[in-house]
Every structure is written in C-alpha cells, then in structure tokens.
C-alpha cells in the first residue's frame, strides 16, 4: 500500500480539483502465504498480495457513492472519486451514512510488531512434519485431509475530509490440522485443531498436533445414543459458532431491520442466566488480531452485550447509532452499504455458583464438541436450531463418541437454561470462551 501520508495528500488534491467538499476512504493491504500438504508431498501453495481501498463521497444534496478500486495513485483516486460522486445522485435519501464522530478521537498506541514472514520451504518443512507426526500418533490414523499453515501481514487506513487519519499493521500465522480414522467395519471418525500466533516461530504446533491426534482417537469406539432430554456441555467453540449465529441478538442493523430476535426496548432484559456474561472485545490480550479502528475509523473498544444475563448493549455502525441515540461501538464495515458485525467474543462466568460441575464426576452428560451445518440448521429468526455434532456421551469419567445425533432447541431458552461456566477459557478463531453447561436440551440419536 502507498504511504497513508501520500495517499491522504492525493485524495485532498483530487477532491479539491473536483470540487468534492466530503469523502472518505478506508483501504487495505494482505500479504498472504499460506501451504498444504498430502501424505508427505507439498500438495498446494499459495501467495497473494490484495490491496483496495473503498471510497465515499457525499454531494451537495447530502446523498452518497460508493466505489471501490485497487489503484490508489492519483489517476486511480481520481476516477474513484469521481466515480462515487456521479453515483452519489441515485444515492439513498433516507438515513444517509455520515462520518462517524469519533473518527477524529486519538486511539491510545497499541501498535504491534510486524515479523518477517518465513520462506515457504520452512512451511512446507514444518507442516510435513506435523502431518507425519500426527499419522504416527496412532495407526487408525491414516490421513490428514484438510490442514494449512500460513501466514499474513495486514495494513490497513481510515482518512476523511475532515482529517480524520488512521492507519495500523499486524502479523498473523496459522495452522489447522483435521485428520480422519479409517479402520475395517467401521466409520472413518475426524477431528481438528487450530493454533494462531503472531508469527509461525511462536505457533504451538506440538500442542495442535496433540489435541487433534487426543480427539480424533477419542472417537474410534463409538456408540449410538439413545434419544432423549439430556444436560449438555458446549466446547468453547460450538458454543461461539451458535452464539455467532444468532449474532442478530445484539446487530442494531438487524434490529432496525427488523432481522433479529432483540427489539429496540429490550435493553435492560435478563436474557439469560445470571450466570453468564458476554462482551465483545476486540482488544482483548488474547485477540492476535486485534484492530483498533473499525472501517468508518471509530475506534474499537469493549463492548458489554450481556452483563449477568441481562442484555446491556447493542453493536453498532455511526448511523446505527445516530438513529437509535447510542454510541458508535468501532463494529463497522464499509461497502455499498455499512455492515455490522461482531470483532471477538469475550464469555465468561459473572457469578459463582454454590454447585460446581466438572465431566470427572458428570453422569450421562452429552459433551458436544463441534456444531455442524449451520448454514442449514439454524433459524436465526426464529431461534431454533437443530444441528448435527461431533461429541461424547460423558458418564462417571467415561467418555464414548457418539456415531451420530443431532441437537435441537431454542437459542434464547438455551440462554436462560445455563447452568454453570466453567473458570477455565480457551482461544478459538471467533474469541475466549470456557466450557458452558446447560440444563437439558433435545439430543436425537441415529
């Protein structure tokens, strides 16, 4: 990417040759290299740079373009601007996006090291060996279909015509290891790990290599399980990846859209057991990859969604926020329309509870570690799921894999019905989370 000096100079001289008085511009930059490999051979390379930027202009009338481009020298600005203002005039006239008023705030520094990314043969070298040492974990093991190590540098830049000027960078490195079983009269059984880091030096490979190789053993004796109402334990990640889809919950877009289970007043609502407490967090010291702007160049912050089970908060965009007299929460993207998501889940205990539950004394508890198809299980307006999942039968220290079953019921009941956070959270891919017991929901067996 240009210098972000440079390229705020170009927009400023362009627009005012254009007689353009409002824009802004957010841009990034990738630098991706990621391998794969299959039973022993490097199977797939991959390196990329993706640069672009996304530019909004306002015109006279108040009504926004938007154009998108990946040439940001002063050609390219120019006919970017001057794109996204002849596209301003069928722009929207109601509730037109504005410049978020925090794009001006001064972030406090947690600018982060950018590492020098490892050649390719030393990826490739690593991941070959720890496919070969997971194969040789155990000899049901007999591949490892799906895994990857790569790493990523990121830049990324907010600029606007009122001199807003942000601009950040950060390494990231990877890897994901997903092996399956193949033995004589039985189903091929699978599991994974994922590990991320700031650079592939500090990757814990050997401890991905174990919990994949510990998992996907586990699941070699497997049994049916009987249909029934059974208390479930939800991994850290199956419970983020339902938690993420039903994200409606706390999406002011949503809401305004009428495209979620919340309302505008239902803030203040216990939601959920006292017990739990949710927040999106992405500047938590466990977020590799954190951000400090979003892309309307609010800064991002902690934000409490739910706070001892009672809905404390919303996400939202500049305009979100606007109509609904809130603040900005830094969870904005920008395109030809503003997108709001959330950065990184922080759960956790908010209470203590007299009973403490632990899976070493747990009697015919189901212990689901990976949700599947949730593309097509949930109804995320409506609050129901029923999803397939890899898991356990837990019964007095014994853990049998479950051949297969699915799990239904209703996220919001799913909510109230928790009944003990474990203290213990771990990392995922979508935030920190611990272990989440929940009082019965419907398990069928095949």
């Known amino acids: ?56 202009v306002w015109n006279e009338e108040n009504t926004m373009g938007v154009t998108s481009t990946t040439d940001v020298d002063l050609k390219g600005l120019e006919l970017a601007l001057q794109t996204a203002y002849e596209a301003s005039f069928f722009g929207v006239k109601e509730n ?3 410049f978020s008023p925090e794009a001006t705030l001064p972030i406090e520094s947690t600018s982060k090291e950018k590492f020098a990314q490892a050649p390719v043969s ?20 007999n591949g490892v279909p799906y895994n990857g190590l790569s790493q990523r540098d990121i830049e990324r830049f907010y600029l606007n015509s009122d001199g807003a000027l942000r601009r950040e960078s950060h390494s990231l490195a990877s890897i994901y290891l997903y092996s399956k079983t193949e033995q004589e009269g039985k189903k091929p ?12 030096d500090g990757l814990d490979i050997a401890g991905c290599i174990k919990e994949a190789a510990d998992k996907t053993i586990s699941h070699l004796d497997y049994q049916k ?57 992405a500047l938590h010291p466990a977020n590799v990859g954190a951000e400090t702007f979003d892309g309307e160049g ?41 997108t ?31 949700l599947q198809a949730l593309h097509a299980g949930v109804k995320a307006l409506q609050g129901s799921f029923s999803l397939p999942f890899d898991g356990w039968l837990v019964n007095k220290r014994e853990k049998i894999s479950i051949d297969s079953a699915t799990v239904a019921g209703d ?13 213990e959270a771990e990392l995922t891919p979508g935030g920190v989370c611990p272990r989440i017991w929940v009082g019965e929901l419907s398990i069928t067996g095949d």
């Open 1 to 56: 990417m240009s210098n972000i000096q440079q390229v705020a100079k170009n927009a400023q001289e362009t627009a005012r040759k254009l007689g353009i008085q409002k824009f802004d511009i957010y841009g990034s930059t990738v630098d991706d290299t990621s391998v794969q490999v299959d039973q022993g051979e490097p199977k797939q390379v991959k390196a990329s740079n993706r640069s672009g930027v996304t530019v909004r």
């Open 96 to 98: 037109v996006p504005d």
């Open 122 to 141: 030393e990826l490739i070298d690593k991941l070959l060996l720890a496919e070969k040492e997971l194969l040789d974990s155990h000899p049901a093991i």
């Open 189 to 200: 059984r699978s599991a994974g790990a994922y590990r991320v880091k700031e650079n592939v």
């Open 225 to 281: 399980v009987k249909t029934g109402r059974y208390q479930v334990v939800f991994s850290p990640e199956a419970f983020l990846s339902l938690l993420g889809a039903f994200s409606n919950l706390f999406n002011a877009q949503n809401i305004l859209d009428n495209q979620s289970l919340s309302q505008v007043d239902d803030l203040g609502k216990q939601i959920a057991s006292p017990l739990l407490s949710v927040y999106d967090d």
């Open 298 to 338: 609010t800064p991002t912050r902690q934000v409490k969604l739910i706070e001892k089970g009672i809905l404390t908060s919303f996400l939202h965009s500049a305009g979100t926020a606007k109509r609904l007299n809130a603040q900005p929460t830094g969870n904005a993207s920008i395109g030809a329309k503003v």
């Open 340 to 370: 709001v998501s959330p950065n990184f889940y922080h759960v956790f205990a908010a209470n203590t509870t007299e009973k403490e539950f632990s899976l070493q004394t747990a009697e015919n508890v189901i212990l689901i570690d990976d």
């Open 411 to 423: 996220f919001l009941e799913l909510l109230q019905s928790i009944v003990y956070i474990e203290k």
